[in-house]
């Protein structure tokens, strides 16, 4: 004998399974490797809207961090900018203290706004690692 009782609560479990695995957009892995004194990226062209996941390794033989913010100026990098201040222009970032030399960390971030080439990129600015240019131009689309 049917059970309506029993169909009304599968058609509603099933409705809330669907929810929740359609909604979600996958989310894009980047690999990051950053060494002494540079920084390589399996992507540097990224899509407004898609989540992403930086893995970033610290294949150097010091600790770095890895920051995702605009360009710093000459006139910026000259007047020492303290690292409150560079934290606060950070769209994302993983502290120094998180990538000791062959430590990997993650950060997962989604961009919220198109950024044409010059507009930000991937630095570390542990003190004179960014003046030896350990910088990378990204694009956000």
């Known amino acids: 004998m049917f059970n309506f009782g029993k169909f009304v609560v599968i058609l509603v479990v099933a ?12 989310v894009t892995e980047v690999q990051i490797t950053l060494t002494e004194f540079g920084i390589e990226s399996s992507l540097t062209d990224f899509e407004r809207g898609v989540p992403y996941r930086f893995v970033v390794t610290n294949a150097g033989s010091v600790e770095h961090e890895f920051m995702i913010m605009p360009p710093l100026s000459a006139d910026e990098m000259g007047m020492g900018m303290d690292m409150m201040g ?6 994302a970032m993983i502290e120094a203290a998180d990538l000791p030399a062959g430590a990997t960390a993650s950060y997962d971030y989604t961009f919220t706004e198109v950024a044409p080439a010059g507009t930000l990129e991937f630095a570390c600015h542990t003190p004179g690692h960014y003046e030896a240019n350990m910088k990378l131009p990204i694009i956000v689309k």
């Not at 409705?15 to 996958?26: D, E, I, R, S, V």
């Open 15 to 26: 409705g809330l399974l669907l929810t929740a695995c359609g909604g979600q957009q996958p």
């Open 86 to 91: 560079l934290d606060e222009m950070a769209l």
